[in-house]
């Protein structure tokens, strides 16, 4: 019996489009869960979300935008105003000052609004390159990708961008997404991350691109 061709470690190009088109098809419209109605609500959340879940910034956002959700308001409050909508959430102290402090640039440098820029973005206080790849995509429609941990662990396991470390596996995504998909990928990526590809035991089972993916220790069940 001749043996079946061995697969290589990542994911042809064929596989990629096939991956994404499977998940698009699963969601058409795919979004952060982070609740927002503007680009400053949406980067107060992600600086909130820092070494927190979704669920938990959004249970204080639903609490603090209704009563401040712009830099002037938010200012108003003061840093010891704002602590008492986010001391729910991890390392509220150090976010607070941050969001403050952005208020404060975002008002004196940028008239009050979310500046589109990557270098003006990641000027802020509490803003690194993957919050800032977050508002720039969700909120501006740049075709980036923030990669987390959940896109990390996907981007590896599955073949589909391999890399030591997350700017690695984000240069990586940007070569190999195809720009159909590349304003998209960011969210497919990390849902899947995160209710299907888990860290502990990841649902093979239950995944639309299981026959696709590289990691050899799948579940069964």
């Given at each position: 019996m001749t043996p079946a061709p061995?697969?290589?470690?990542?994911?042809?190009r064929a596989d990629v489009v096939e991956l994404?088109?499977?998940?698009?098809e699963l969601n058409p419209k795919p979004t952060t869960e982070l609740e927002y109605s503007t680009p400053f609500e949406l980067l107060v959340a992600v600086t909130l979300s820092a070494q927190a879940t979704?669920?938990?910034?959004?249970?204080?956002?639903?609490?603090?935008?209704?009563?401040?959700?712009?830099?002037?308001a938010?200012?108003?409050?003061?840093?010891d105003g704002l602590k008492k909508y986010i001391a729910t959430i991890g390392l509220f102290n150090a976010k607070a000052k941050n969001v403050i402090a952005t208020c404060r640039i975002l008002i004196d440098e940028h008239d009050g609004e979310v500046p589109r820029s990557r270098e003006a973005l990641e000027a802020l206080p509490?803003?690194?390159?993957?919050?800032?790849?977050?508002?720039?995509?969700?909120a501006f429609g740049e075709p980036t990708i923030a990669v987390d941990t959940h896109i990390f662990r996907v981007a590896n396991r599955t073949g589909l961008a391999p890399g030591k470390d997350v700017r690695a596996v984000e240069d990586r995504l940007l070569k190999v997404v195809p720009a159909e998909f590349?304003?998209?990928?960011h969210h497919?990526?990390?849902?899947?991350?995160?209710?299907?590809?888990k860290a502990r035991k990841p649902d093979c089972?239950?995944?639309?691109?299981?026959?696709?993916?590289?990691?050899k220790e799948k579940t069964a069940a």
């Open positions: 061995r697969r290589s470690a990542t994911l042809t994404f088109s499977r998940l698009r979704d669920v938990g910034v959004n249970k204080a956002t639903r609490r603090l935008f209704p009563v401040a959700n712009t830099p002037a938010i200012l108003a409050l003061g840093e509490g803003v690194g390159r993957k919050t800032a790849n977050v508002v720039m995509n969700t590349m304003q998209d990928a497919w990526l990390i849902l899947h991350g995160r209710y299907v590809c089972p239950q995944c639309v691109i299981r026959d696709l993916c590289r990691f």
